[in-house]
C-alpha cells in the first residue's frame, strides 16, 4: 500500500470539464459529511447531504468567482455549523462573521434531533476524524478543477452551468442557491 501523498491522490482525468466538476463536487459533498459526521456520513438525514451538496457548489463557485451566497446557521445546530466551518476552511474568499447579522435571503436547513444525535455519538468515537491536512488536499482539488473555469459575467449564471454539468442533485442544489432559500 502506498503512503497518502497528493501525488498518488491525483483525480483522474476525466474527458470533460463536467466530468471533472461532477467529481469535484461529489468528493467535496463527501468531505464535508464526513468531516461532520466520520464513518456515520451515510445515516444522515437528506436535509443534511442538501446543505453539504449547496456548500459544495458554493465552494466551488467561490473559487471561480465573487458569489453573493452566504449561509446563517443557528448556534445550537452544531452539526450545520461545523459543516458551514469547514466549507469556509475550503473556500477562497469566505468570512466568518459572528453576531446578529440579518441575511437578506437564507438557505435555513438545520440538522435533526437524530443528526445531531449522530454528531454525538461520532464525537466519542474511537476513530479519528479526518486531518486537517485533507482539507489543504481538498482546498487544491477544488482550485484545479475550478482553474479550468471561466467566470460568467453573473454569478448566478456561473452557479446555474455548474448544476448542469454536474448533474440533477447538484442542479437542484444550485437553484436552490440561487432563490436564496430552502427548497
Known amino acids: 500500500?502506498?503512503?497518502?501523498?497528493?501525488?498518488?491522490?491525483?483525480?483522474?482525468?476525466?474527458?470533460?470539464?463536467?466530468?471533472?466538476?461532477?467529481e469535484a463536487l461529489n468528493a467535496t459533498t463527501d468531505y464535508l459529511l464526513e468531516t461532520v459526521y466520520g464513518p456515520a456520513r451515510l445515516t444522515v438525514s437528506?436535509?443534511?447531504v442538501q446543505l453539504?451538496?449547496?456548500?459544495?457548489v458554493a465552494i466551488l463557485v467561490d473559487h471561480i468567482q465573487l458569489a453573493g451566497i452566504s449561509f446563517s446557521i443557528d448556534r445550537d445546530d452544531l452539526p450545520s455549523l461545523a459543516m458551514v466551518q469547514t466549507a469556509t476552511l475550503l473556500s477562497r474568499s469566505w468570512l466568518t462573521i459572528a453576531?446578529?447579522?440579518?441575511?437578506?435571503?437564507?438557505?435555513?436547513?438545520?440538522?435533526?434531533?437524530?443528526?445531531?444525535?449522530?454528531?454525538?455519538?461520532?464525537?466519542?468515537?474511537?476513530?479519528?476524524?479526518?486531518?486537517?491536512?485533507d482539507c489543504g488536499y481538498m482546498r487544491n482539488r477544488i482550485a484545479e478543477v475550478a482553474?479550468?473555469?471561466?467566470?460568467?459575467?453573473?454569478?448566478?449564471?456561473t452557479v446555474r452551468r455548474l448544476g448542469q454539468c454536474a448533474g440533477e442533485r447538484f442542479a437542484n442544489a444550485a437553484d436552490a442557491l440561487i432563490a436564496g432559500g430552502a427548497r
Open 1 to 22: 500500500m502506498k503512503p497518502a501523498t497528493l501525488a498518488n491522490h491525483r483525480p483522474e482525468p476525466t474527458s470533460s470539464i463536467s466530468g471533472d466538476v461532477y
Open 46 to 48: 437528506n436535509r443534511q
Open 52 to 56: 453539504a451538496e449547496r456548500l459544495a
Open 99 to 133: 453576531g446578529n447579522a440579518r441575511p437578506c435571503a437564507s438557505l435555513n436547513l438545520q440538522a435533526s434531533e437524530s443528526d445531531r444525535m449522530i454528531a454525538r455519538t461520532v464525537a466519542f468515537s474511537p476513530y479519528p476524524n479526518r486531518e486537517l491536512s
Open 147 to 157: 482553474s479550468h473555469i471561466q467566470p460568467l459575467d453573473d454569478w448566478r449564471a
